[in-house]
């Protein structure tokens, strides 16, 4: 069974279309100065626009919902020390004194 013309076309077709597709994706994904917008990353990691929306809106809200306060980190209360340590993903020891954890804010450039 020999293949026809017809045949290989289509078998070179469809090999061109892979290599340009698998050559594509690994672009996206590796390429360092490429900075994908929220619409490249919902497409990539099959998220809806709206379910990439409301994700974002969600975690604004969460960030943004304390606002630290103006004065000096000195001057800080215990809760104020401690949600900012939180917000930045460091966890704080349970028992720790407003010295300790005034050692840790500062530890963290503020």
Do not use: C
Not at 8 to 25: D, I, K
Not at 27 to 33: A, D, G, I, S, V
Not at 34 to 46: Q, R, V
Not at 70 to 95: C, T, Y
């Amino acid at each position: 069974m020999a293949i026809s013309t017809r045949q290989r076309r289509f078998a070179a077709f469809t090999a061109a279309t892979a290599v340009v597709v698998g050559a594509g994706a690994v672009f996206l994904q590796t390429y360092p100065h490429l900075d994908p917008t929220e619409k490249i990353k919902a497409f990539l990691y099959s998220k809806l626009p709206s379910q990439a929306n409301e994700e974002s809106e969600d975690s604004a809200l969460t960030e943004s919902s304390y606002a630290l306060p103006e004065s000096s980190v000195e001057e800080w209360s215990e809760e104020d020390l401690r949600r900012f340590l939180e917000q930045k993903q460091v966890v704080a020891p349970e028992g720790a004194a407003v010295e300790e954890l005034l050692a840790l804010v500062k530890s963290l450039n503020v």
